[in-house]
Structures are given as structure tokens and as C-alpha cells.
């Protein structure tokens, strides 16, 4: 970059959702462990809120795996509490749980005879069966291109040919040592079943399991393979909407250039939050200032600096803290509004407080932005005055073992305020929408595709 005449810094992700110099990734790496998922929850929060949709659920499927997290408010949940297979990584980064179904998923059976999808993968190379790259397995990428959801007339990515014949072969092959008792079409709708099934706890796992309810969230769908599933998926969960972003397949790159530079600060001090009270707001004074000290070496200077006080806090006896936002730490009145948020919290979180037990502090924090410039969320234009001009094709697409005459369409072409009903496909460079029967979609004036559940016709 410098050769060629770039005179600026280079920022890279954290784990967190905010931007880092290089400098600092290279001092601390483990900052970046889980960074690429963690710019698509940035880019969701950035659309999110240009689309007025505040609490959502993300889930990026690509090619090995899927990430979901929940976003409360804009917000989204935060944990120093994750793992890289058996190693425990103790820093602060945005809570998403990671499940291994991706568009490469391998089907096969299990040692039983039971059909499983993943977590084995075919990876890029040699890849799906229909990738002609020498895979031989059937994924779940091979499924989609015998169900007809992945169409055979565009290159994937403007780059790989879809061969039908070798996703039907692989997956015909499956059916045999399955006993010959289902269609190449029904087993491919099951292998599609059983890698929604595992989608779908992951989902759960991070909503009902910690007291929210799906109902109350939209669903925004992006990654390579996301919108292919996300309606099947919602249907599955009760999740009562759908969000298919502009570029999905680049939306975690795109968060890069919504994301704000962030540093986290630390400081522990265990103990009863009564006692521990008195030295919170020296505490916090001396994170503050090493922080915008921290960020004016950046260039930010103090209107385009954003500081966020919190604190770890847990029942006396608990093993496990939940994080409060604070503001004033000083006088028994502060003391007495952050118990009371932390019994809300609890209550909110786990479904039960005790207002009369004794609150232990376990850390304060101290989140430090540095607001860069958004890029202004684009009007949707389009050089199609009509639906029909955007369709591309019909062909036969697979819905519960039925055949469906479907239209295919050309999303690059959609005019804003186009209505699509399923069942249909939608097509655009690195990705497929599928819309299974009973959903309705619309484009909103961003360029998004929004979808529910359609009404009795």
C-alpha cells in the first residue's frame, strides 16, 4: 500500500465489533480470533438502523459453518466468556454461537445408519459435487442444485459452473446405501431438513434458552448460503420476519466500513458492590482519561469520542456475571439504581431476581469509541420499471416433494416496492434468496428484501 502512494493507517476488526489499528492487533491478536463474523453483526446494526428494525437476529451461513447472534436494541450481546475448541478466550467480543452447517456440509450416515449433515465439510476444494472439483460427496450445496434452488444457467460467484448431473449422482449414490426407499429429490429435502434443524439450535440456544423470545426478532439473513435458508429457517423457529440484505455474500466486508475504533478497558475488584462503591469513580476517571489519551494518538478528537462505563456483577455465590451499563457510580442513590438494573437484568435473563441478596462486583469497564464517518445508506435505484422486466427465468423448483413451476428473478433488476410470492427464487452475484411457498417479499427502498409470512389468500 505504501508503494503504491497510500499515506494513511490501516485498520483491521476485532472480536468486538470495533475497528483497530494494526499496531494493535499486532500487539494483542487474540482481539481478532473472531473478527470476520463479527463485521457482518456490525454491518447488521448499521442496516438495522437505517431500516428502523432495532432488535434482530443475525445468521451468516457460508461455506463451512454459521454464525448467529442476537442484537437487542442496536446492541449486541457481549461475552469475555467464549472457546476455540478446548482453549477458553478471555476477552471482550461480540456473543455469537457457531454451528457446523454450511453450503459444504457433507451428508452421510451415521454409525447407526441415521442420515447426518456436517460437521465434516467438503471446503473449498474439492468441494460440492456439482463444483466438478473432484468432490464426490454430497453437501448441502448439491441438495439445493437438485431441488432446483440453485440454478445451473449462472456461474456461482461469476466463476464456477454448476453440473446438476454430479450433485444427483452423489446424492443418488447416498440414497442407495440409504436402501433405495426415498427419491433423489426427497433425500435432498432431508439433508436441507436436518442442516435447518441444526441452524435453528443455534438460534435457539442464544434466544429461548436465555429468556427472549424469537417472535420479537427479525431475522437478517447474509453470508453466501444465508438467504437460501433463512425463510425455512424462520418458519422453523417462529421468527415472524426476514431481512435479506444488498450483497449478502460481502456483507461482513462491508461492516469494516461501519464499524467504529474501539478499545476495552478492565479493572477487577471483587468484592460486595456496597464496599467496592467508593472507588468506582476514581476507577472510572483513570480509564477515561488513558482512554482519550488513547484515541486523540488516533486523530479522534473529543467530539468524535464516545465513552461507555459497565460493570460485572453477580449474586454473592454465583460463578457466572451478568453486565450492567452504569453512569453515575457516586451516592446511594447510583448505588441503588444500578442494583435495581441488575435485578432487571437478572430477572430479564434468567427468568428469576432476588432483590433482597447481596450484589457482588466482580469487574468495572470501560468501552472507548472513536466515531469514524458512515457511509449514508443507499437509495435503492434500478433501471427495471416493471417486475416482469426483472424475470430471468422459470424452471421446476422442489418444495415438500412437490414440483412448483417458479419464477426466477434477477434482483439486481427489482424496482423498489416489487412484491414477490412464494414460491420463487431470487438470484444475484454470490447469492440465492429462495421463497418457499406461504412467504411474501418486498423491496424496500434501501434495495433490501423483506419477508413474512404471507396472508390467506
Given amino acids: 500500500l505504501r508503494a503504491t502512494g497510500y499515506t494513511h493507517g490501516v485498520l483491521t476488526i476485532a472480536s ?59 446492541a449486541p450481546l457481549m461475552t469475555s466468556d467464549a472457546m476455540v475448541g478446548a482453549f477458553p478466550v478471555k476477552v471482550p467480543q461480540i456473543d455469537m454461537h457457531t454451528v ?7 451428508a452421510s450416515l451415521d454409525v447407526d445408519g441415521s442420515l447426518q449433515v456436517g460437521p465434516r465439510s467438503a471446503g473449498a476444494r474439492p468441494g460440492p459435487a456439482a463444483y466438478g472439483l473432484g468432490g464426490t460427496e454430497p453437501t448441502v450445496t448439491d441438495a439445493n442444485v437438485v431441488l432446483g434452488r440453485i440454478g445451473t444457467n449462472r456461474r456461482l460467484g461469476g466463476s464456477i459452473a454448476i453440473d446438476p448431473a454430479r450433485a444427483r449422482e452423489a446424492i443418488a449414490d447416498l440414497a442407495t446405501r440409504m436402501g433405495g ?50 425463510l425455512a429457517l424462520a418458519e422453523a423457529i417462529g421468527i415472524p420476519s426476514v431481512l435479506v440484505p444488498r450483497y449478502p455474500g460481502n456483507f461482513s466486508a462491508l461492516g469494516l466500513l461501519t464499524s467504529d475504533i474501539k478499545h476495552d ?8 458492590l456496597r464496599e467496592r462503591m467508593v ?21 479522534f478528537a473529543a467530539d468524535t469520542q464516545r465513552l461507555l462505563r459497565s460493570l460485572d456483577l453477580r449474586y454473592l455465590g454465583q460463578a457466572f456475571e451478568l453486565s450492567v451499563a452504569v453512569d453515575d457510580v457516586r451516592g446511594a442513590a447510583a448505588l441503588e439504581a444500578i442494583e435495581a438494573a441488575f435485578h432487571r437484568q437478572h430477572l430479564d435473563t ?26 449514508s445508506p443507499a437509495h435503492h435505484r434500478t433501471t427495471s420499471a416493471s417486475l416482469d422486466a426483472a424475470l430471468a427465468e422459470r424452471r421446476t423448483v422442489w418444495f415438500e416433494r412437490t414440483r412448483h413451476d417458479c419464477p426466477v428473478w434477477d434482483r439486481d433488476r427489482l ?21 418457499p411457498p406461504g412467504w411474501r417479499g418486498v423491496v424496500d427502498k434501501h434495495g433490501n428484501l423483506r419477508f413474512d409470512r404471507a396472508g390467506p389468500t
Fill in 279 to 299: 472507588v468506582l469513580h476514581d476507577l472510572f476517571v483513570e480509564m477515561e482519561d488513558a482512554a482519550r489519551r488513547q484515541l486523540e494518538l488516533e486523530g
Fill in 350 to 375: 434468567y427468568g428469576h431476581a432476588n432483590p433482597g441478596a447481596r450484589v457482588e462486583l466482580v469487574n468495572a469497564r470501560l468501552t472507548a469509541y472513536g466515531v469514524v464517518p458512515k457511509p
Fill in 100 to 106: 457446523g452447517a454450511g453450503g459444504g456440509s457433507i
Fill in 16 to 74: 468486538s465489533g470495533g475497528m483497530m489499528t494494526t499496531e494493535t492487533a499486532r500487539r494483542l491478536p487474540i482481539k481478532t480470533i473472531f473478527s470476520g463474523p463479527a463485521g457482518g453483526v456490525s454491518q447488521a446494526c448499521f442496516v438495522g438502523a437505517a431500516t428502523g428494525i432495532r432488535d434482530l437476529i443475525t445468521y451468516d451461513m457460508g461455506g463451512t459453518s454459521t454464525d448467529v447472534c442476537l442484537v437487542r436494541d442496536l
Fill in 265 to 272: 478497558d478492565v479493572r477487577t475488584r471483587v468484592g460486595p
Fill in 415 to 435: 424496482p423498489e416496492r416489487a412484491t414477490l410470492e412464494g414460491p420463487a427464487i431470487v438470484e444475484e452475484f454470490g447469492a440465492t434468496t429462495v421463497i
Fill in 181 to 230: 426407499s426415498l427419491t433423489v429429490e426427497a433425500l435432498a429435502e432431508g439433508i436441507i431438513t436436518i442442516a435447518v434443524a441444526r441452524m435453528t439450535s443455534a438460534i435457539r440456544e442464544i434466544s429461548i434458552q436465555r429468556g427472549h423470545d424469537p417472535r420479537d426478532f427479525t431475522l437478517f439473513a447474509f453470508g453466501g448460503a444465508g438467504p437460501m435458508h433463512a
